[in-house]
């Protein structure tokens, strides 16, 4: 039965794109909820090392840090627990409140109980998610190269939308994520295992010596180092020959949004903007058509 379904699959590409579409829905559902909860969980940590560290350094906690702060929920809660709820209402969403862009356009927009909008983000996410996983399914066929391709592109998802909220990129994501690129590449799926080590090095200290370069004469942190750790794990990937190209489509479309937010919305320019969205953005474009775009420069050169 597996058989004849694998190779019904490897046969008909649409189809196998068309039940990735439906799988990104869901995933695309589940991501919102990492999107939320794991700089929380983060937060919660932090916080427990630093009364940990107080109690053992000082024998005693300031009463101020015997709860957590009201911005912060109770514990426990990690991606499982508690129940989605409504922020406004805290009404607790049922099941069929929470069929991936559906049950939005169902609802309209807005909580069955109290009636507040809902963030329209979060059927974007979804189809977003949803149809990035098609193409790439579609793009690749049914096999490992579509498998890796697409925990790839889920990564980079919500490492996005975690630095476009917080500016971070969590270690939990951009290492493993590292380390996958390495795994995937031992046999040479998308670069030669030494193109993808020499890309993992070059990658991190690339970024790792503009930081402090920049530091060194500004003073200034100029970016975070969670983005060496993400170029570092495109570098992991794709191997370092596209390490420039990803530099130059981040560095450009970066810019462009910068001096946009800067002109339009008045912007002050001192406001850092997160490095990662572009980073990630333009790893996912070299993934696929990285080899197409270097081909035509190189033609263009000639």
């Known amino acids: 039965m597996l058989n004849t379904l694998f190779q019904y699959f490897t046969n008909n590409p649409d189809y196998f794109a068309g039940v990735i579409f439906l799988l990104g829905l869901m995933f695309g559902s589940f991501f919102?909820?990492?999107?939320?909860?794991?700089p929380v969980m983060m937060q919660l940590e932090w916080l427990d090392n630093c009364r940990e560290f107080i109690r053992e350094t000082y024998g005693s906690l300031p009463g101020e840090l015997e709860t957590d702060p009201k911005t912060l929920p109770q514990p426990p809660f990690n991606l499982a627990k508690p129940d989605s709820t409504c922020p406004h209402c805290q009404h607790r969403i049922?099941?069929?409140?929470?069929?991936?862009?559906?049950?939005?356009?169902?609802?309209?927009?807005?909580?069955?109980?109290?009636?507040r909008?809902?963030?329209?983000?979060?059927?974007?996410i979804e189809l977003v998610t949803a149809l990035l996983s098609a193409f790439a399914a579609y793009r690749l066929g049914f096999g490992w190269e579509a498998a890796a391709a697409l925990v790839f592109t889920w990564t980079l998802i919500c490492?996005?939308?975690i630095?476009?909220?917080?500016?971070?990129l969590p270690d939990q994501m951009t290492l493993p994520l590292l380390w996958l690129g390495l795994l995937v590449n031992i046999q040479g799926l998308f670069a030669c295992l030494t193109d993808a080590v020499i890309g993992a090095a070059v990658g991190y200290l690339c970024l790792w010596s503009l930081y402090w370069a920049f530091k060194l004469l500004t003073g200034k942190e100029g970016m975070g180092y969670g983005d060496f750790k993400l170029l570092a794990a495109l570098g992991a990937w794709m191997g370092w020959q596209y390490l420039l190209?990803?530099?130059v489509l981040s560095s450009l479309v970066g810019a462009l949004v910068g001096v946009s937010l800067i002109l339009i919305k008045g912007r002050d320019r001192n406001i850092p903007i997160p490095f990662g969205p572009y980073l990630a953005a333009a790893g996912w474009i070299a993934f696929f058509w990285g080899e197409t775009i270097l081909r035509s420069y190189q033609r263009a050169m000639l």
């Open 94 to 115: 049922r099941w069929y409140e929470n069929i991936p862009v559906l049950s939005y356009l169902f609802l309209k927009g807005k909580c069955s109980a109290c009636h």
């Open 159 to 161: 490492l996005t939308m």
């Open 163 to 168: 630095d476009f909220d917080h500016k971070l």
């Open 32 to 38: 919102n909820v990492v999107i939320y909860r794991l």
């Open 117 to 124: 909008r809902i963030s329209i983000r979060y059927p974007i």
């Open 245 to 247: 190209l990803i530099l």
